[in-house]
């Protein structure tokens, strides 16, 4: 039985359009996590015996958004075996789709070992460049063409605008701005209700899925070229971290080293509905890697900071005052004397986005997700 799918617009033209490398940069909910499927099975069911990857930045994007929409999009005759624990989609045809996440470096390395044909990155801008960097050079299995797209939304000027607006090699690199108003699948009150929601600069990105340069900035000195690094220093006079437990944002923790009073932002780890548990892990590991140091700590949640003690972390309630934790990082910025690694996507978007609010300067906003 052949399915037939009905896509919007801008899903058409991004479905026909020829070009190697494609990046959908959409509103929320225009329909980005559909056409990455849809393009997934295209490829799949085209290139028979072929393996593609998708990836996410967590797993819980995996299961919550990539899996959950699986069903739409993978026609149930076509597959020969799901397997949740291996990660891995296997059709009839002979083709497999392997589904990765990205979250920590150790992930984002493993993605080295791979040989595929294609690959589709969903909310592409909340990673780095370099999982975009390792994942061409994969594109190399013997005796396939190669294609790979990416879905997000803006987050800021990062490395999606440099490679297909700024600098797009011709005809290899094309990208689709797409607000959220041509998916026609949405309802009237949902797009209504989003409208209503997101006001100037913030719904031109969030809504029309335009790269934009925020006004009332917190952090107007953030400049990407000056302050983004790819090569930190290996030994560090001390090594702090900061955590946020996240209940409306996603939990963070950061790596923070300190070598003759320059402070570098060395690693991060954001994720959404994450348990204190595994954070307590995702905290050990960091130590292992960037050294011991003291965990300054959100101090809304004063059990999880008890649970960090427990198991044998030096954490310690933050001073979570805004205006002198904005002071100083103002006047580091200004003397540059912080630089945020290259990897660590999420902290430079909330370097370009993080602004204050339109009816009240003093206030910054939250950053939202
Ligand atoms: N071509 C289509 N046919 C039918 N339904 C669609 C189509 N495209 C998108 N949808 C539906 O519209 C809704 C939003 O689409 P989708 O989740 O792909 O958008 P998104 O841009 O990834 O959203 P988000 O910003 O939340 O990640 C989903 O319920 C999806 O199934
Ligand atoms: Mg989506």
């Known amino acids: 039985m052949q399915r037939t799918i009905e896509l919007t617009s801008p899903q058409w033209e991004f479905f026909n359009n020829p070009a190697k490398f494609k990046a959908f940069i959409s509103g929320i909910g225009a329909g980005k996590t559909a056409i990455g499927w849809i393009l997934a099975m295209k490829e799949a069911t085209q290139q028979a015996g072929s393996r593609g990857l998708i990836v996410a930045p967590t797993y819980t994007l995996i299961k919550d958004v990539i899996w959950w929409e699986m069903d739409k999009w993978v026609p149930r005759q076509l597959i020969k075996?799901?397997?949740?624990?291996?990660?891995?989609?296997?059709?009839k045809n002979g083709s497999e789709i392997l589904f990765r996440s990205a979250d920590n470096p150790r992930h984002i390395e493993r993605l080295r070992g791979l040989s595929?044909?294609?690959?589709?990155?969903?909310?592409?801008?909340?990673?780095?460049?370099?999982?975009?960097?390792?994942?061409?050079g994969r594109l190399r299995q013997p005796g396939y063409s190669y294609k790979a797209w990416i879905t997000g939304t803006p987050k800021g000027f990062n490395w999606v605008y440099e490679l297909f607006i700024k600098d797009p090699i011709p005809d290899s690199y094309i990208l689709y701005g797409v607000p959220t108003k041509s998916n026609i699948f949405l309802s009237r009150e949902y797009i209504q209700s989003l409208e209503q929601q997101y006001k100037g600069q913030f719904a031109l990105q969030e809504l029309e899925g335009k790269f934009v340069k925020f006004e009332g900035l917190v952090?107007?000195?953030?400049?990407?070229?000056k302050h983004v690094v790819d090569a930190v220093p290996s030994e560090f006079d001390r090594v702090v971290y900061g955590v946020d437990w996240g209940f409306r944002n996603p939990a963070c923790i950061l790596a923070l080293g300190i070598k003759n009073d320059v402070a570098y932002i060395l690693q991060e780890y954001y994720a959404p509905k994450t348990t204190d548990d595994e954070l307590i892990e995702i905290a050990k590991q960091m130590q292992q890697k960037w050294g011991v140091g003291t965990f300054y700590c959100d101090p809304s949640e004063p059990a999880s900071i008890e649970k960090f003690v427990r198991a044998g972390i030096d954490a310690v309630k933050a001073n979570n005052e805004i205006t002198p934790g904005i002071k100083a990082v103002t006047s580091l910025l200004e003397s540059d004397r912080l630089y945020v690694h290259t990897s660590c996507q999420n902290t430079i978007n909330e370097f370009q986005m993080y602004r204050y609010d339109d009816n009240d300067k003093e206030t910054p906003l939250t950053p939202s997700y």
């Not at 799901?82 to 059709?91: A, D, G, I, P």
Request: net charge neutral; charged share 30%.
């Open 81 to 91: 075996e799901f397997s949740e624990n291996k990660k891995r989609l296997k059709l």
């Open 219 to 225: 952090y107007p000195g953030f400049d990407i070229k």
């Open 116 to 136: 595929i044909a294609w690959f589709w990155i969903d909310e592409c801008t909340l990673l780095p460049k370099l999982v975009w960097d390792i994942l061409v």
